[in-house]
């Protein structure tokens, strides 16, 4: 693995192994793929409080509770979703030997280089995406950091009153940020040039619309999801 890195897949519930990131994973978790990723939340929280507050309001206009059903819909994206599953994988980690730092990614992310990953106290994040926030689909955190960094939604759902005016018109990259600020770890963000951008195949399922197929001397027939993301990637190559 690049990097001497240990490997480790925290996915949905599947039958297909067909990846070969299963046979190179070190680590395997696998969760429900739940139709209202809103029961999750309930854990978390301790109570369902926080679907009287934050959801039932005159229109829900955030994609921060992507995947969560309200009034018998779910909201479309994957907002809920992704800090969920930072949150259950910190959890996880909590049960293995000691790393210095951690790479959470997602594996849709198709890389343009090498990457060589330094030894830091700083929390990377590859440039651009931020959406009035911090783009979170790749980011390196030191070990100590990773509580605090990944704690997302449960103060939300906890204290549903205090955030309800964050949730009703956030979005994933916003709570991200609020939650680094509030943690006293924005101050150690280190943005680098973008090297990954969204890829997928046209069997992918997406909560989104496919947006534009890439063209080049090695991406013939790759979709990019995010235009923008796709020429930070490849501008200085």
């Given at each position: 693995?690049?990097?001497?890195?240990?490997?480790?897949?925290?996915?949905?519930?599947?039958?297909?192994?067909?990846?070969?990131?299963?046979?190179?994973?070190?680590?395997?978790?696998?969760?429900?793929?739940?139709?209202?990723?809103?029961?999750?939340?309930?854990?978390?929280?301790?109570?369902?409080?926080?679907?009287?507050?934050?959801?039932?309001?005159?229109?829900?206009?955030?994609?921060?509770?992507?995947?969560?059903?309200?009034?018998?819909?779910?909201?479309?994206?994957?907002?809920?979703?992704?800090?969920?599953?930072?949150?259950?994988?910190?959890?996880?980690?909590?049960?293995?030997?000691?790393?210095?730092?951690?790479?959470?990614?997602?594996?849709d992310q198709f890389y343009t280089r090498k990457i060589i990953i330094n030894p830091s106290r700083n929390?990377?994040?590859?440039?651009?995406?931020?959406?009035?926030?911090?783009?979170?689909?790749?980011?390196?955190?030191?070990?100590?950091?990773?509580?605090?960094?990944?704690?997302?939604?449960?103060?939300?759902?906890?204290?549903?009153?205090?955030?309800?005016?964050?949730?009703?018109?956030?979005?994933?990259?916003?709570?991200?940020?609020?939650?680094?600020?509030?943690?006293?770890?924005?101050?150690?963000?280190?943005?680098?040039?973008?090297?990954?951008?969204?890829?997928?195949?046209?069997?992918?399922?997406?909560?989104?619309?496919?947006?534009?197929?890439?063209?080049?001397?090695?991406?013939?027939?790759?979709?990019?999801?995010?235009?923008?993301?796709?020429?930070?990637?490849?501008?200085?190559?």
């Amino acid at each position: 693995m690049p990097n001497n890195a240990d490997l480790a897949l925290l996915f949905g519930k599947s039958f297909n192994r067909t990846s070969s990131l299963y046979s190179k994973a070190k680590y395997i978790w696998e969760i429900p793929e739940y139709k209202d990723w809103g029961v999750p939340l309930d854990n978390i929280a301790g109570s369902k409080n926080w679907r009287r507050v934050l959801l039932e309001q005159r229109g829900v206009k955030s994609h921060a509770l992507g995947g969560v059903i309200w009034k018998g819909r779910v909201i479309s994206g994957s907002g809920a979703i992704v800090p969920l599953m930072k949150t259950i994988l910190w959890r996880k980690l909590k049960n293995i030997p000691h790393y210095t730092h951690v790479v959470v990614t997602r594996p849709d992310q198709f890389y343009t280089r090498k990457i060589i990953i330094n030894p830091s106290r700083n929390i990377i994040v590859p440039e651009g995406e931020d959406y009035g926030g911090i783009c979170d689909r790749w980011v390196c955190v030191p070990w100590d950091d990773i509580p605090k960094t990944f704690n997302i939604l449960r103060p939300v759902v906890r204290y549903p009153r205090k955030h309800r005016t964050l949730i009703r018109k956030s979005n994933p990259e916003r709570l991200w940020m609020h939650t680094l600020k509030t943690s006293g770890l924005f101050s150690k963000i280190k943005r680098v040039q973008r090297f990954c951008f969204t890829a997928y195949a046209d069997s992918d399922k997406t909560r989104w619309n496919k947006q534009m197929l890439t063209r080049g001397k090695f991406l013939v027939g790759i979709s990019a999801k995010y235009p923008k993301e796709y020429q930070r990637a490849i501008f200085q190559l």
